[in-house]
């Protein structure tokens, strides 16, 4: 569905259950990382790209103060965010991903408005394409609408990330918000998460298209073991001497390989190799370069399964069917994406062979896993948009 007829839809949904049509829409996208996996938490870089899946919100003034009232459209339930005093953690659990980016305006000492809001989102829910970064993103685009003061990108995708942190308990890097915020049509968003800086990388040879496999599980491990990776590589990088493992080479790794446990060693491997993976594939997207892009996406696959240790069973045996396919079948290069532990790959595939790809990624996962996986291709999107007010 296009980002149009979603708006449309939201509106509806907004006009049923308030009984009056809404004044401000706004939209923020979800995303896939094409490479440069838990890097972005050891200042390295990061390779996303916005899908052309939405969080989107319908909202006008309320009719009582001192509150927000949203009406989620999926699970048809409401939260009530009282805003007469800072905003706390509440209930239902969804509403914290709002309630975080609300406290982040407080913060910066911002009245909040009384509104009534419709939200809707086409993101997969947890299948690792940031259907939480995109709620905060979203959330913090609507309070630009509704106050009429829109603040800098990069200030929003952060205010976003501190309610992951402080309302969600996740410690994320700042990958996922940055794109939703700052995503650009046609484009793939080369992030240095050190210096913040970013820059536009062109994917828009039309031979190639990206493929999102959701496996369709989740498990629940994922967040715990999220802060224990972090926590090993701040230990690696302590040890190496350095400030984060963006300073450090694969040499000086070796060099500490002794004085440290064997997984922090194989922890920072990964991290390492995976920021040169990262600027090394961005140079063969530039250049269209497919082969060395596949490559280097089966190669970072690799080290997130095997010395990262986030992958899992079902997440493996959407790139063991995509080598299996291969360059002949018009695969160039898969991999996991995201946090890991279930969610989604990413494929690399030549644009005329998806719907082949498809069919047959779909037919053996359900052989191999058991379960139907979900498939769909995504240009590279706008980051988030005030569509109405
Ligand atoms: C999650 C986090 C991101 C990033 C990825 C792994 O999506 O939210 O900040 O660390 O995992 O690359």
């Not at 006009?15 to 996208?29: D, T």
């Not at 899908?51 to 009719?63: F, H």
């Not at 715990?224 to 090993?232: H, L, P, Q, T, V």
């Not at 892009?293 to 790139?319: F, N, P």
Request: contains cysteine; glycine residues 8%; proline residues 4%.
């Amino acid at each position: 569905m296009t980002l149009q007829e979603l708006s449309a839809q939201v509106a509806a949904d907004f006009e049923k259950h308030y009984g009056r049509p809404p004044r401000w829409i706004v939209a923020a996208p979800g995303r896939v990382n094409v490479i440069g996996e838990h890097t972005d938490y050891n200042d390295g870089f990061v390779l996303p790209m916005a899908i052309e899946r939405y969080a989107l919100m319908a909202a006008d003034t309320a009719s009582a103060p001192g509150k927000i009232s949203v009406y989620d459209t999926h699970f048809k339930e409401s939260a009530s965010i009282d805003i007469t005093a800072p905003v706390t953690k509440g209930q239902p659990k969804w509403s914290n991903y709002i309630r975080g980016v609300l406290a982040g305006f407080q913060n910066r000492g911002q009245q909040i408005p009384a509104l009534d809001v419709a939200f809707k989102s086409t993101v997969p829910l947890g299948g690792g394409l940031s259907s939480s970064a995109a709620l905060e993103v979203c959330t913090a685009t609507l309070m630009e609408a509704a106050t009429g003061k829109a603040i800098d990108p990069v200030e929003k995708a952060l205010l976003a990330q501190k309610a992951e942190h402080d309302f969600a308990g996740v410690p994320c890097g700042i990958m996922d918000q940055f794109i939703s915020a700052l995503g650009q049509k046609g484009q793939l968003l080369l992030l240095d998460c050190r210096t913040r800086k970013t820059q536009l990388v062109p994917m828009s040879d039309p031979s190639v298209a990206l493929l999102v496999v959701n496996t369709n599980v989740k498990h629940e491990l994922g967040s715990g073991e999220y802060a224990k990776r972090r926590a090993e590589c701040e230990q690696a990088a302590k040890i190496i001497g350095v400030a984060s493992l963006r300073d450090a080479t694969a040499d000086q790794l070796d060099q500490a390989k002794s004085k440290m446990p064997e997984v922090v060693y194989r922890r920072a491997r990964h991290v390492i190799g995976e920021i040169e993976r990262t600027t090394l594939a961005a140079e063969g997207i530039r250049q269209s370069n497919w082969p060395t892009v596949g490559q280097l996406m089966y190669a970072s696959h690799y080290a997130l399964r095997d010395d990262y240790e986030v992958s899992c069973k079902e997440l493996d045996i959407v790139v063991q069917i995509a080598e299996d396919i291969g360059y002949k079948g018009g695969v160039y290069g898969c991999r996991m994406t995201g946090g890991g532990f279930g969610g989604c790959c990413v494929a690399l595939v030549k644009a005329d062979a998806v719907d082949a790809i498809t069919k047959k990624i779909a037919a053996d996962y359900r052989a191999k896993a058991g379960i139907d996986a979900a498939i769909f291709s995504s240009r590279p999107a706008a980051g988030a948009t005030i569509i109405k007010g």
